[in-house]
């Protein structure tokens, strides 16, 4: 199973907003509403950010938001914060009954 | 409050072996499936294997047949049997809790380092 397609580095300034897309095929993204988007801090574990396409857990600022299409799904935060600077990781649920999650995204606010 | 805690991790020879441990608390451990993803050094996340509460599994290609994901619903831990280590296992070991109904991860541990080295 290949790891999903992710863009390695996206930056924005404050307040923008900034959108990091995530490709992947018809056995994965295509095939299922199961994409997950996790936040990571640098030495920190992920926290889930979206999941199911476009749900935000309980806590989850609503400047975070999720779409897909076809193949491809996409996770949009506006306003961008300071706090916002992480890596991003896509994830979903295959039709091998197995998970993949994508290569990581860099995200930087200048 | 949702908790887990994995432990177990070191440095191992390769072809070594090595248990890991998560020790879960804050919720009905036998209800949700479990999971194990690991992230070398300064790469990304990878997921590794999967269990049920029941007990039925599933693995990663690049793990089938070395490593073994189970559980003690009595003890609330789930484990993850390492066998033929390689260095290219070398990585922080993260457990998750998988969220019901969707298939998506809401709970991490803080994760164990395991070096395969000679």
């Known amino acids: 199973q290949s790891a999903l397609t992710q863009p390695a580095s996206v930056s924005g300034s404050p307040g923008q907003s900034i959108t990091i897309s995530c490709t992947g095929t018809?056995?994965?993204?295509?095939?299922?509403?199961?994409v997950s988007w996790y936040q990571q801090h640098p030495g920190k574990a992920p926290k889930l950010m979206i999941y199911?396409?476009?749900n935000r857990p309980s806590g989850v600022s609503n400047r975070f938001s999720g779409s897909k299409s076809g193949n491809t799904a996409s996770l949009t935060i506006a306003g961008l914060q300071a706090e916002d600077e992480a890596d991003y990781y896509c994830?979903?649920?295959?039709?091998?009954?197995?998970?993949?999650f994508g290569t990581g995204t860099k995200v930087t606010v200048l | 409050e949702v908790q887990l805690l994995e432990s177990g991790g070191g440095l191992v020879q390769p072809g070594g072996s090595l248990r890991l441990s998560c020790a879960a608390s804050?919720?009905?451990?036998?209800?949700?499936?479990m999971t194990w993803v690991r992230q070398a050094p300064g790469k990304g996340l990878e997921w590794v294997s999967l269990?049920?509460?029941?007990?039925?599994?599933t693995y990663a290609d690049s793990v089938k047949g070395r490593f073994t994901i189970s559980r003690d619903n009595s003890k609330n831990t789930l484990y993850l049997q390492m066998n033929s280590l390689r260095a290219e296992d070398t990585a922080v070991y993260y457990c998750?809790?998988?969220?019901?109904?969707?298939?998506?991860?809401?709970?991490w541990g803080q994760g164990t380092l395991v070096t395969v080295s000679s």
């Open positions: 998750a809790k998988r969220s019901t109904p969707g298939p998506n991860f809401d709970y």
């Open positions: 804050g919720f009905t451990f036998s209800n949700y499936a």
């Open positions: 269990i049920s509460g029941s007990g039925s599994n």
């Open positions: 018809s056995s994965d993204i295509g095939g299922y509403n199961y």
């Open positions: 199911e396409v476009t």
């Open positions: 994830s979903s649920y295959t039709s091998s009954d197995t998970y993949v």
